[in-house]
């Protein structure tokens, strides 16, 4: 789809313009100027006064036109960006309006493109603005539907009464480890998750580096009196190292980390079935952390092998059993949506599996199209639901995970995930996360020690968030962890003392 763009000049509007067009059509193409051949044209005229007034005329090769307009009051800025943001959105507002009304495809989340959805949210109810304003606004400023705003109410209502002081735990931090190995590479994978087998060495240096880090970052944590809310193993898979290098790092976290026995979740993702072992599932209770993750993504054999899973659906469940009985007894199990070849009558079986086991979490994902992974690269050997297909399976996890006493309690949204749909967590209620809703509702710093870990720093006193990734190959990562450990611990002086230099 080729979409001619008249009367926007400034290239700060091409990425938001082509983010909303995604949404819409799978290849599309702005251009900055008429061409008789492409598809359709658009003709935005601009005024900012006291008001920003945009409207936009879509007129498209048959000659059908379509017309919207908009103002909203600009409010008081701070920054350019800030004033740039009322008058992107606004722009947002119409180019959507005639999109929706051309196409006759309703976008349910609006303009929105990001993936956070319910920080808007959150930041309205700290602002105080009551929920029936706050919806109001987020209806007329970004045209989200009510279905949405009604799941964005929902899961902001559950995390704030999981975790009361949500508003208030800028002064603690998370910590997320990430462990880059994994048995296989999954298909539609863009983790640092490299096949395991013949990089014993290359294991063994890397546990090197992050015990290294985990000492380095539990010794600053303990001298700033800076407590841990959470800490998560992710990657990867972190039960693909052995039992015994498992119990050498749950060792160095409870000796280097401050006051790991008030830490209120540790979560060790098993993902992967195949990695999981009895003797594992022993190191893990000896450590306390009973809250993994079992991943099934799909109970249809077929679709393991075609993503490249390497494991059972049988095993799967003989794991899940096998974790029950060693006292896990806080489980998540993760769905994909629209995986290859997969259709309702497929994922209704996954449910119907899923029932059988009634994990305390299932995580409800619809499947992206990262741009690293095998799937995109060789997108046409992959053939996956229409968006009418895969919306109907949303509706039917949604209409599930009520009728088995789930509730919603995080979500995010991913670009080009399919149907413009989101990624949404469900936990029987008091089992949830609450690393995960850290890391969504960015209320905290997260250090991220390990492989293609991501450490997200939030200055306790302005909010402000710095990234910081650390490298996502092994080999790097064994040449430069200290490098890394020295850039983390740099960045929390700074943040921390403007902390207490206010205090
Ligand atoms: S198990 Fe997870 S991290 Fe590992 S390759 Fe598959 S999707 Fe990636």
């Given amino acids: 789809m080729k979409i001619s763009i008249i009367g926007l000049a400034d290239d700060r509007f091409n990425r938001p313009l082509q983010l909303i067009a995604n949404l819409f059509f799978e290849e599309s193409q702005i251009l900055k100027a008429y061409n008789e051949e492409n598809d359709v044209q658009i003709k935005f005229t601009l005024k900012e006064e006291a008001n920003v007034s945009v409207s936009a005329e879509l007129k498209d090769s048959a000659g059908?036109?379509?017309?919207?307009?908009?103002?909203?009051?600009?409010?008081?800025?701070?920054?350019?960006?800030?004033?740039?943001?009322?008058?992107?959105?606004?722009?947002?507002?119409?180019?959507?309006?005639?999109?929706?009304?051309?196409?006759?495809?309703?976008?349910?989340?609006?303009?929105?493109?990001?993936?956070?959805?319910?920080?808007?949210?959150?930041?309205?109810?700290?602002d105080g603005i009551s929920s029936e304003l706050a919806h109001q606004q987020l209806k007329d400023d970004y045209l989200i539907?009510?279905?949405?705003?009604?799941?964005?109410?929902?899961?902001?209502?559950?995390?704030?009464?999981?975790?009361?002081?949500?508003?208030?735990?800028?002064?603690?931090?998370?910590?997320?480890?990430?462990?880059?190995?994994?048995?296989?590479?999954?298909?539609?994978?863009?983790?640092?998750?490299?096949?395991?087998?013949?990089?014993?060495?290359?294991?063994?240096?890397?546990?090197?580096?992050?015990?290294?880090?985990?000492?380095?970052?539990?010794?600053?944590?303990?001298?700033?009196?800076?407590?841990?809310?959470?800490?998560?193993?992710?990657?990867?898979?972190?039960?693909?190292?052995?039992?015994?290098?498992?119990?050498?790092?749950?060792?160095?976290?409870?000796?280097?980390?401050?006051?790991?026995?008030?830490?209120?979740?540790?979560?060790?993702?098993?993902?992967?079935?195949?990695?999981?072992?009895?003797?594992?599932?022993?190191?893990?209770?000896?450590?306390?952390?009973?809250?993994?993750?079992?991943?099934?993504?799909?109970?249809?054999?077929e679709t393991l092998k075609a993503i490249g899973r390497h494991h059972t659906v049988v095993e799967t469940i003989d794991k899940y059993h096998l974790a029950r009985s060693k006292g896990m007894n806080n489980i998540n199990m993760d769905l994909i949506i629209g995986l290859p070849g997969e259709g309702i009558s497929e994922f209704v079986h996954s449910l119907a599996e899923t029932e059988k086991l009634m994990p305390e979490s299932l995580t409800v994902h619809t499947l992206s199209f990262k741009r690293a992974s095998e799937m995109t690269k060789n997108k046409e050997k992959y053939k996956v639901a229409e968006r009418e297909e895969v919306e109907k399976m949303m509706g039917l996890a949604q209409v599930w995970t009520k009728d088995h006493g789930y509730v919603p309690y995080y979500l995010y949204r991913q670009k080009n995930i399919l149907g413009n749909l989101e990624n949404v967590g469900y936990c029987i209620p008091n089992q949830e996360s609450i690393y995960n809703i850290m890391i969504m509702e960015e209320q905290q710093t997260i250090i991220g020690l390990g492989c293609g870990a991501a450490s997200k720093f939030i200055e306790p006193s302005t909010g402000k968030i710095t990234h910081f990734a650390n490298p996502k190959d092994p080999k790097t990562y064994n040449d430069s962890y200290e490098t890394y450990t020295e850039d983390k611990l740099n960045i929390l002086d700074e943040i921390f003392s403007k902390k207490s230099s206010l205090a």
């Fill in 145 to 301: 539907t009510d279905e949405k705003i009604e799941l964005m109410q929902q899961i902001v209502d559950r995390q704030l009464t999981v975790v009361p002081d949500l508003y208030s735990l800028q002064e603690e931090v998370s910590i997320y480890i990430g462990i880059p190995f994994c048995p296989t590479k999954c298909a539609y994978c863009t983790f640092p998750a490299y096949a395991i087998n013949g990089r014993q060495g290359s294991v063994e240096s890397f546990l090197g580096g992050l015990h290294y880090e985990m000492r380095k970052i539990g010794e600053w944590l303990k001298e700033k009196g800076v407590r841990i809310t959470t800490v998560y193993f992710g990657g990867g898979t972190p039960t693909s190292i052995t039992a015994n290098e498992m119990d050498m790092l749950y060792e160095e976290m409870y000796t280097s980390f401050p006051d790991v026995e008030h830490i209120r979740e540790i979560t060790v993702e098993a993902g992967r079935p195949d990695t999981i072992t009895l003797e594992k599932l022993e190191v893990l209770k000896k450590w306390n952390i009973d809250r993994i993750s079992i991943n099934p993504q799909s109970y249809t054999q």
């Fill in 64 to 126: 059908n036109i379509i017309y919207s307009d908009y103002q909203k009051e600009m409010l008081p800025s701070n920054s350019e960006k800030e004033r740039f943001k009322q008058i992107k959105n606004a722009v947002a507002h119409v180019y959507l309006t005639v999109l929706q009304d051309w196409t006759k495809i309703t976008q349910k989340w609006g303009i929105l493109t990001g993936i956070r959805p319910t920080k808007l949210l959150h930041r309205k109810v700290r």
